[in-house]
């Protein structure tokens, strides 16, 4: 529990710095990303790909799959084996980042969610309002990007991951479409890129190569919410992240809603202003309230008790909510109605 709390605090930290297919029928975005049919983009991030890789170069490993006796060498993925050996000695960028690195001892996790606070390649951006050593970070992942081989790794790392991004896409495809049983929007809902209906953000997928095998985190921002996956080799991995994807899916489908009813969530600020001290708090009541809703209705979809990497089951009140919503919930979505009819009665 400590560890699990130390990460969420993590990423709720960075989270406040910020303030912050069918393959056949996907949508594609730039080089790197596709999008499902609703819209959740998935791809090879930038920054991620840089800071693991940057990292690699470092030694950095915490690979699960070791070879066999004696050596025991770890066994990375096909596209982590080979940017490895394209590495070359570390260049004026590395040597500058290891003097980085070694003033701030921090898991790898936070690596990535500091990563994420900056803007993707080539600018990799920042303001002057992000937290100091986000904008350090990113300064050393644009200028190894431009200088010292990083653009020319990322690309090889996104055209050996399509398979990957492919299968991924169509578990998506599959969850969403059964969260979108439970939780019905009218037609002018039913688009989520576009913004003004999505107030608290996209889902983004990162493939992540250069992390250990099967690393899943879902980490959230004022924006977007990601789910970061590592390599994987066993295939129900692929669908633990659609999972995952669909709770956040399912949240960022009634956020919306969910923030024009200020005035129905005063049970939701009172367990929110009682969460445990031992679990990670949600950034706001508004959050908690849709988190748990989109807990409920993907427990009814999916006819599970389970949650994959929702906070709203970290807290001992958390599930004794999601419990009387997922009630209320089942009675309410019988008769097929629109969400936002039947959430005053849910809230």
């Not at 169509?170 to 002018?188: L, P």
């Not at 983004?204 to 919410?225: F, Q």
């Not at 999916?302 to 970290?314: F, H, M, N």
Request: glycine share 6%; hydrophobic share 40%.
């Amino acid at each position: 529990m400590t560890n699990k709390k130390a990460f969420f605090s993590a990423c709720l930290a960075v989270a406040g710095l910020l303030m912050v297919a069918h393959p056949a029928s996907a949508q594609w975005g730039s080089k790197a990303d596709m999008y499902s049919e609703d819209g959740v983009q998935v791809g090879v991030d930038s920054r991620v790909f840089s800071v693991l890789t940057m990292l690699n170069q470092h030694g950095f490993n915490a690979e699960k799959y070791l070879g066999p006796e004696p050596l025991k060498q770890p066994q990375y993925s096909e596209t982590r084996v080979r940017i490895r050996k394209l590495m070359r000695r570390l260049g004026p960028v590395q040597k500058k980042f290891r003097g980085f690195i070694d003033k701030t001892p921090e898991g790898f996790e936070r690596y990535v969610a500091r990563a994420l606070v900056a803007g993707k390649a080539p600018g990799f951006e920042t303001t002057m309002s992000d937290d100091a050593k986000a904008r350090a970070l990113a300064e050393y992942l644009h200028n190894w990007y431009h200088e010292e081989g990083g653009s020319g790794f990322y690309d090889i790392a996104v055209k050996m991951e399509k398979s990957r991004q492919a299968a991924l896409v169509e578990a998506i495809n599959t969850m969403t479409a059964t969260i979108q049983s439970t939780i019905i929007m009218g037609d002018t809902e039913d688009a989520l890129l576009e913004e003004e209906l999505n107030p608290l953000g996209r889902v983004v997928v990162v493939i992540a190569p250069m992390a250990p095998h099967g690393w899943l985190k879902r980490l959230e921002t004022p924006d977007v919410t990601y789910v970061v996956t590592g390599p994987w080799r066993e295939d129900t991995h692929v669908q633990e992240v659609a999972n995952v994807v669909a709770v956040a899916f399912a949240r960022t489908l009634v956020g919306g809603l969910v923030q024009a009813q200020p005035g129905k969530l005063e049970a939701f600020k009172k367990v929110h202003s009682q969460w445990s001290e031992e679990a990670p708090k949600p950034d706001s009541a508004a959050f908690l309230a849709a988190e748990i809703i989109a807990c409920a209705s993907y427990q009814h979809a999916t006819e599970s008790e389970v949650c994959p990497l929702s906070v709203a089951l970290q807290d001992p009140q958390g599930v004794k909510t999601t419990n009387k919503i997922k009630k209320k919930l089942t009675k309410l979505v019988k008769d097929k109605a629109l969400f936002k009819d039947i959430l005053p009665e849910i809230l």
